[in-house]
T-cell receptor
Framework: KNEVEQSPQNLTAQEGEFITINCSYS?????LHWLQQHPGGGIVSLFM???GKKKHGRLIATINIQEKHSSLHITASHPRDSAVYIC??????????FGKGTLLTVNP | SQTIHQWPATLVQPVGSPLSLECTVE??????LYWYRQAAGRGLQLLFY??????ISSEVPQNLSASRPQDRQFILSSKKLLLSDSGFYLC????????????FGSGTRLTVV
């Protein structure tokens, strides 16, 4: 069983919809990352959080340490949000453990 | 500002040929450097990390090696590529110590034929 589980694996939405991607993990962590990977492959770091909630534009990330769960929300989704969203958790040292990603497609 | 450069973007190599992928970081000193691989349908996997010049730690036994000849340069190599080496390779850096965020390069898509 993967230490980091994301759901759903695939998500298709209509432009304007509110989107939620979930991440559950089974190990103790010092931080959780949400990453965005576009079709070309390059990865952009969206959030790093260890508690509570962070917001950047239309993106919101939350984490519940007790429940070992995080969510990434996209408000007013747009076709340019189409990408793979990856959750990664970090323990006490260097290592990131990655989920397999959620493929989001937003149709106009 | 800090930036990370990775090249080439795509590469098609025959089985048995050598490999050299290069990654350089600008705007920071003594970064932690990482090589990750993303095989088709799988999550990112850490291959190597380095906390300083000449210091390389390997996570997964394989056909690849890494070197850090300069503080902000990280090289991924192979003497003889295998078909199973195909994948998407990403370089990343983080500030020294383990508390910071990560910055990823744009990646190299390697196809071994």
């Amino acid at each position: 069983k993967n230490e980091v589980e994301q759901s759903p694996q695939n998500l298709t939405a209509q432009e304007g919809e509110f989107i939620t991607i979930n991440c559950s993990y089974s190990v103790g962590i010092s931080a959780l990352h949400w990453l965005q990977q576009h079709p070309g492959g390059g990865i952009v770091s969206l959030f790093m959080l260890s508690s509570g909630k962070k917001k950047h534009g239309r993106l919101i990330a939350t984490i519940n340490i007790q429940e070992k769960h995080s969510s990434l929300h996209i408000t007013a989704s747009h076709p340019r949000d189409s990408a793979v969203y990856i959750c990664a958790v970090k323990g006490s040292n260097y290592k990131l453990t990655f989920g397999k990603g959620t493929l989001l497609t937003v149709n106009p | 500002s800090q930036t990370i450069h990775q090249w080439p973007a795509t590469l098609v190599q025959p089985v048995g040929s050598p490999l050299s992928l290069e990654c350089t970081v600008e705007g920071t000193s003594n970064p932690n450097l990482y090589w990750y691989r993303q095989a088709a349908g799988r999550g990112l996997q850490l291959l190597f990390y380095s906390v300083g010049i000449g210091q390389i730690s390997s996570e997964v036994p394989q056909n690849l090696s890494a070197s850090r000849p300069q503080d902000r340069q990280f090289i991924l190599s192979s003497k003889k590529l295998l078909l199973s080496d195909s994948g998407f390779y990403l370089c990343a850096w983080s500030v020294s110590g383990w508390s910071g965020g990560y910055t990823f390069g744009s990646g190299t898509r390697l196809t071994v034929v």
